[in-house]
């Protein structure tokens, strides 16, 4: 009976055991509790609980009873070769040692013959898989056989303490993952962060998002993800379609306008994706967004002026051309269109031209070819071999392009009037390159080239106005160089440009 | 000539003004009212360069405010501060404010006439006539 009563004793303390380690989550007690009921249990009121230390290669004393304050939760003792401890690990059984004295398998640590132990039984507590977590020592003052049924208590005492402690080293590790986690979230003040149910209402409202938006978590949970919609996109249906994409492509853009709770706008940049258990079944939406609101008021505001700014140009360009479509009509009533008159009046001409120009290429740049081009055509036909152009795309700014266009319609008109283009003989070619010299500067070379002239002194040169537009006007606030000579058989006329 | 007042007779006058045509023209006003014309000049640069190299004084300035690309004719303006120099400015923006230092200097808005340059520079040089000779 008494060893049916010992047996129940100990069934008894086995279930005690589990009920409480079923119901606790922390580690320290139920270790301490192990101690104190298996202690009882064997009658030697001392135990303790060794954990190894990977790292050191050491073993903790965990808990205890029956052992000083300074050595649970403090001692740790190299896990040497020869050590007790070691020793039963590396059997993975109950090793018992019924007297220290007499012990040669292995040495016992010095603090435990100091502390009068004589006799002790190691039990090697296995986590799931086989690994080992440490050792359940229970010692005895006086020379003791720990039996056959205290062992396999011990052993079945051991294999439930593996799983016990094995199921709150993983809580541990999650809850402070879980914790990181948080903490991170929490502390992310420029990004809203927010969870919605599967129906897109607001279950979790973190710091970020009352930091952007401005409600608190009590007012924000429950309440449709719509909220931060603004009326205009709600009306669009657009929290609708976003969650529909969510739904569908597994994440939607979410990059506009919302209200915040005191009705201010914030524009946010940022995504709402779908979240999904491992079956499909739809959980919710996780919505994080930026406040970009300063940088989208600034580039709208970029926007706005680039557009107000284009307008005005434009309307620039048209009051630059009406005026010297007014000024020529003026000239002509007044002037009529005989004798000098007929000069002046085409000159504004070749200036009207290089306005329109200019404004056809966009805002304030227009091209060598097509300036050229105009001014010819105002007086001819251009088809070689009689005109021939050729050059590579270059463009002038709007400083060039005036002085350009009036000494290319000076060379038309003198080419017009006594050279090359005076009657069917003579040939014009204009052609022109750009190169670098040594400081970099690109230059544009136009040729102006008349052959096939009779030339006959003293006409084929114009001169006054006409001419210091070629040689000067070009030169004075442009520095370009212009050379203008009377060749063989027709002016040939080079200009040398800087470009900007 | 017949337009010369005699009060421009002689008179040195720098031009500044980046615009040829516009340049051109005022010029030959200036001349034909028989001042001397310094210039003209398109640049800052060129305009400082003339002034340290002329060996007389000025009498007076022109100066256009926008110089294209940017550049203004204000270092212009100071360094005739500097020699007490006075000058006027001609310029095509309105919107132009000027600095404290060159307020209150005369200015005229383009386009200008030839009888309002003239009557301009006249004034200017009479504020500072120097001793009959």
Same mark, same amino acid.
């Given at each position: 009976?008494?060893?049916?009563?010992?047996?129940?004793?100990?069934?008894?303390?086995?279930?005690?055991? +589990?009920?409480?380690?079923?119901?606790?989550?922390?580690?320290?007690?139920?270790?301490?509790?192990?101690?104190?009921?298996?202690?009882?249990?064997?009658?030697?009121?001392?135990?303790?609980?060794?954990?190894?230390?990977?790292?050191?290669?050491?073993?903790?004393?965990?808990?205890?009873?029956?052992?000083?304050?300074?050595?649970?939760?403090?001692?740790?003792?190299?896990?040497?070769?020869?050590?007790?401890? @070691?020793?039963?690990?590396?059997?993975?059984?109950?090793?018992?040692?019924?007297?220290?004295?007499?012990?040669?398998? *292995?040495?016992?640590?010095?603090?435990?013959?100091?502390?009068?132990?004589?006799?002790?039984?190691?039990?090697?507590?296995?986590?799931?898989?086989?690994?080992?977590?440490?050792?359940?020592?229970?010692?005895?003052?006086?020379?003791?056989? *720990?039996?056959?049924?205290?062992?396999?208590?011990?052993?079945?005492?051991?294999?439930?303490?593996?799983?016990?402690?094995?199921?709150?080293?993983?809580?541990?590790?999650?809850?402070?993952?879980?914790?990181?986690?948080?903490?991170?979230? &929490?502390?992310?003040?420029?990004?809203?962060?927010? %969870?919605?149910?599967?129906?897109?209402?607001?279950?979790?409202?973190?710091?970020?998002?009352?930091?952007v938006f401005g409600w608190?978590?009590?007012?924000?949970?429950?309440?449709?993800?719509?909220?931060? *919609?603004?009326?205009?996109?709600?009306?669009?249906?657009?929290?609708?379609?976003?969650?529909?994409?969510?739904?569908?492509?597994?994440?939607?853009?979410?990059?506009?306008?919302?209200v915040r709770k005191d009705g201010s706008r914030v524009?946010?940049?940022?995504?709402?994706?779908?979240?999904?258990?491992?079956?499909? @079944?739809?959980?919710?939406?996780?919505?994080?967004?930026?406040?970009?609101?300063?940088? /989208?008021?600034?580039?709208?505001?970029?926007?706005?002026?680039?557009?107000? %700014?284009?307008?005005?140009?434009?309307?620039?360009?048209?009051?630059?051309?009406?005026?010297?479509?007014?000024?020529?009509?003026?000239?002509?009533?007044?002037?009529?269109?005989?004798?000098?008159?007929?000069?002046?009046?085409?000159?504004?001409?070749?200036?009207?031209?290089?306005?329109?120009?200019?404004?056809?290429?966009?805002?304030?740049?227009?091209?060598?070819?097509?300036?050229?081009?105009?001014? %010819?055509?105002?007086?001819?036909?251009?088809?070689?071999?009689?005109?021939?152009?050729?050059?590579?795309?270059?463009?002038?700014?709007? /400083?060039?392009?005036?002085?350009?266009?009036?000494?290319?319609?000076?060379?038309?008109?003198?080419?017009?009037?006594?050279?090359?283009?005076?009657?069917?003989?003579?040939?014009?070619?204009?052609?022109?390159?750009?190169?670098?010299?040594? @400081?970099?500067?690109? /230059? %544009?070379?136009?040729?102006?080239?008349?052959? +096939?002239?009779?030339?006959?002194?003293?006409?084929?040169?114009?001169?006054?106005?006409?001419?210091?537009?070629?040689?000067?006007?070009?030169?004075?606030?442009?520095?370009?160089?212009?050379? *203008?000579?009377?060749?063989?058989?027709?002016?040939?006329?080079?200009?040398?440009?800087?470009? &900007? | 000539?017949?337009?010369?007042?005699?009060?421009?007779?002689?008179?040195?006058?720098?031009?500044?003004?980046?615009?040829?045509?516009?340049?051109?023209?005022?010029?030959?006003?200036?001349?034909?009212?028989?001042?001397?014309?310094?210039?003209?000049?398109?640049?800052?640069?060129?305009?400082?360069?003339?002034?340290?190299?002329?060996?007389?004084?000025?009498?007076?300035?022109?100066?256009?405010?926008?110089?294209?690309?940017?550049?203004?004719?204000?270092?212009?303006?100071?360094?005739?501060?500097?020699?007490?120099?006075?000058?006027?400015?001609?310029?095509?923006?309105?919107?132009?404010?000027?600095?404290?230092?060159?307020?209150?200097?005369?200015?005229?808005?383009?386009?200008?006439?030839?009888?309002?340059?003239?009557?301009?520079?006249?004034?200017?040089?009479?504020?500072?006539?120097?001793?009959?000779?």
């Amino acid at each position: 009976m008494l060893d049916f009563a010992r047996i129940m004793l100990r069934q008894q303390v086995l279930a005690d055991f +589990g009920e409480f380690a079923l119901r606790s989550q922390d580690l320290d007690k139920i270790l301490a509790e192990a101690c104190r009921l298996v202690g009882d249990a064997l009658g030697t009121g001392r135990s303790k609980i060794l954990e190894i230390q990977h790292k050191e290669r050491s073993l903790l004393v965990r808990a205890g009873v029956g052992w000083d304050p300074g050595i649970v939760g403090q001692l740790r003792m190299p896990m040497e070769e020869h050590s007790s401890e @070691t020793f039963a690990i590396e059997a993975g059984e109950p090793v018992v040692t019924q007297d220290i004295s007499k012990e040669e398998r *292995f040495d016992v640590p010095p603090f435990m013959k100091e502390a009068g132990v004589v006799a002790l039984v190691n039990v090697p507590i296995l986590l799931p898989g086989g690994r080992a977590y440490g050792l359940l020592q229970v010692d005895d003052l006086k020379v003791r056989d *720990f039996g056959e049924d205290e062992t396999q208590f011990l052993r079945t005492y051991a294999a439930i303490l593996g799983p016990v402690i094995d199921r709150l080293l993983m809580a541990r590790t999650l809850y402070s993952s879980e914790e990181r986690f948080r903490l991170t979230v &929490e502390a992310a003040l420029d990004y809203a962060i927010f %969870l919605s149910d599967p129906q897109d209402r607001i279950t979790d409202w973190l710091p970020g998002a009352q930091a952007v938006f401005g409600w608190t978590a009590e007012e924000a949970v429950g309440q449709p993800s719509a909220i931060i *919609f603004t009326p205009e996109d709600r009306e669009r249906r657009q929290d609708q379609w976003e969650i529909e994409t969510a739904c569908q492509e597994g994440v939607a853009p979410n990059v506009r306008w919302h209200v915040r709770k005191d009705g201010s706008r914030v524009f946010i940049e940022g995504s709402t994706r779908a979240l999904r258990d491992p079956d499909g @079944t739809l959980r919710g939406f996780l919505k994080i967004g930026q406040d970009v609101t300063e940088r /989208r008021r600034s580039e709208e505001q970029l926007r706005e002026n680039a557009a107000r %700014l284009e307008v005005l140009v434009a309307e620039l360009q048209h009051r630059s051309r009406n005026l010297l479509g007014v000024i020529t009509s003026v000239a002509y009533k007044t002037l009529g269109e005989e004798g000098p008159a007929a000069g002046f009046l085409a000159r504004l001409q070749a200036l009207s031209r290089a306005q329109g120009l200019l404004s056809e290429f966009g805002s304030d740049t227009a091209e060598v070819g097509a300036l050229v081009r105009a001014e %010819l055509e105002a007086h001819t036909e251009i088809s070689p071999p009689k005109v021939a152009l050729s050059g590579p795309r270059v463009l002038l700014t709007v /400083r060039q392009v005036q002085n350009f266009s009036l000494a290319i319609h000076e060379l038309a008109t003198n080419a017009v009037k006594y050279g090359a283009l005076r009657d069917g003989t003579g040939q014009l070619s204009v052609t022109w390159t750009v190169s670098q010299d040594e @400081t970099s500067q690109r /230059r %544009l070379f136009l040729d102006w080239t008349e052959s +096939g002239v009779d030339v006959q002194p003293g006409k084929v040169i114009r001169r006054g106005y006409g001419r210091q537009l070629i040689e000067r006007a070009l030169s004075y606030a442009l520095h370009a160089k212009t050379e *203008f000579v009377l060749g063989e058989d027709g002016v040939l006329c080079r200009i040398q440009l800087p470009l &900007e | 000539m017949s337009e010369a007042t005699g009060l421009l007779v002689g008179r040195r006058i720098l031009l500044v003004e980046d615009e040829f045509m516009i340049a051109d023209t005022m010029e030959e006003w200036l001349r034909r009212a028989s001042a001397e014309v310094i210039g003209p000049v398109p640049s800052v640069k060129q305009a400082l360069e003339l002034i340290e190299g002329e060996a007389e004084a000025l009498d007076g300035a022109v100066l256009d405010v926008n110089l294209g690309r940017g550049e203004t004719a204000y270092p212009i303006a100071d360094r005739l501060n500097e020699l007490g120099v006075p000058y006027l400015f001609a310029t095509g923006d309105v919107r132009i404010i000027d600095r404290p230092t060159h307020q209150g200097r005369p200015r005229l808005n383009k386009p200008i006439s030839r009888a309002q340059l003239l009557r301009a520079v006249e004034s200017l040089l009479a504020s500072r006539l120097p001793p009959a000779r």
